[in-house]
């Protein structure tokens, strides 16, 4: 078998509350094959994000702690590795898209800064090429008139518009994997879809795995090839997206389905 672009072992996650601490992410463990859009789908407070985090190492030690047998990036056990070598490798190799993008976006500094710095930071390209190379990327993500959105900050844009440019940010590295968690849940439906299909399609084109985090069984039934249903922080099912959709096993995923007639038709 091909070597996995991602591949997670025996993940778990707890996080320190009032009452003690709560595992959140249990055993979690997937291959995430090259070029395959995989799906993470669960209720809100499963553990989606957790499990992303943890994959980013990007979980704070004072809200919680993760421990894998193993988090393995193209054969590399990210575990194992110094913080210094986990920050090159982060955005360079695996990045990924936020829930929140105002968070991941620096507010003070112009679109057009922040998305030439990662061509410059990461592909070594000079000041001129990566401003270029950042109006390119925004055209492609379909930001109409790119030049003067450089110029903008974060706070000027609107949520659909601030998605677009996390999704260049992050492909802009053409990373090995991509996580996006639920990249386009707070845009309108047209929005979304065209969203998703630049990522997708950028992902398609660079010959990046994207682990794709939604609740929305209908986005997985159009942009996924394979999906993983979590429950309480357990994957309790994991199938490719047509065998999930007309034979799934599990109570939960039977469940969803039926909360989502409209995503059966594929
Ligand atoms: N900072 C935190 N401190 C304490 N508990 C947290 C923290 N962040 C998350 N949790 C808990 O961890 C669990 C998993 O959270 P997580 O954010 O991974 O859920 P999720 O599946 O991404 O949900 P959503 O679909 O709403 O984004 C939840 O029960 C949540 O209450
Ligand atoms: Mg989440």
Known sequence: MKQAALSVHKLNVSVRSASGTVNVVKSVSFDLAAGEVLALVGESGCGKTKTAEAIMRLIPHDIGQAQADTIELNGVNLEALPEKRMRDIRGRKISMVFQEPLTALDPV??????????????????????????????????????????????????????????????????????????????????????????????????????????????????????????????????????????????????????????????
């Open 109 to 266: 500094f112009t679109i057009g800064s922040q998305l030439s710095s990662v061509y410059r930071r990461h592909r070594g390209q000079s000041k001129r090429k990566a401003r270029a190379s950042s109006v390119d990327m925004l055209d492609r993500v379909g930001i109409a008139d790119s030049r003067r959105i450089m110029k903008t900050y974060p706070h000027q844009l609107s949520g659909g518009m601030r998605q677009r440019v996390m999704v260049s940010m992050a492909m802009a590295c053409q990373p090995r994997v991509l996580i996006a968690d639920e990249p386009t849940t707070a845009l309108d439906v047209t929005t979304q879809a065209q969203v998703l299909s630049q990522l997708v399609g950028l992902g398609h084109e660079s010959g990046t795995s994207i682990l794709l985090i939604t609740h929305d069984l209908g986005i997985v039934a159009q942009y996924c090839d394979r999906a993983m249903v979590m429950l309480h922080g357990q994957i309790v099912e994991e199938a490719g997206v047509t065998e999930l959709f007309s034979r799934p096993q599990h109570p939960y995923t039977r469940e969803l389905l039926a909360a989502c007639p409209g995503a059966a038709v594929l």
